[in-house]
């Protein structure tokens, strides 16, 4: 199992270091990224919160997204990881926010996307989606995957931002 404190230690460090703060919201990392962003010692410099996104409920309840936002759009696409990115960023003020979709696996998801299917997207001074695609059916070590490439991004952002 991969060591949580060792997939955030950069992207905490420059977060602290610019004194800017980060928010998440995922669904198919299972909390791992929210996980991975509170392991280091001195989080709550940086930390804001996060939230599972799981189903249509917990979208409405948690985000406040609504059906009718979501016309045209459907789980696992680019366009709503950066829905949930940008919306997660405004709920709590964070400079910072990511948003993370897909299917973990065993099998794919009810959309047509195959296990080891993510899309993550980061809100910010400097924005970015990409699609991840394993080809594994691992459930958890496509989580591992996610969290890797979603913390990975978040950093790629921070450092084009300056």
């Not at 979208?59 to 045209?72: F, H």
């Not at 591992?144 to 084009?160: D, K, N, Q, T």
Request: aromatic share 4%; net charge negative.
């Amino acid at each position: 199992m991969p060591d949580l404190s060792r997939l955030a230690a950069s992207v905490g460090q420059m977060l602290k270091d610019r004194g800017d703060t980060v928010a998440v919201s995922e669904s198919a990392c299972g909390g791992l990224i929210n996980a991975a962003l509170v392991a280091l010692p001195g989080a709550s410099a940086y930390y804001i919160g996060g939230a599972v996104i799981y189903t249509h409920v917990s979208r409405e309840g948690l985000l406040g997204i609504e059906d009718g936002a979501m016309e045209g759009m459907r789980a696992s696409t680019e366009g709503y990881a950066a829905l949930k990115a940008a919306t997660i960023r405004q709920r709590l003020g964070a400079t910072w926010a990511i948003g993370e979709t897909g299917a973990s696996g065993p099998t794919g998801n009810r959309y047509g996307d195959a296990a080891g299917h993510a899309c993550i997207a980061v809100s910010g001074p400097v924005g970015r989606v990409i699609t991840v695609e394993t080809g594994d059916s691992d459930r958890e070590a496509n989580m591992w995957v996610f969290v890797e490439r979603a913390l990975g991004l978040l950093e790629e952002c921070i450092r084009e931002a300056g």
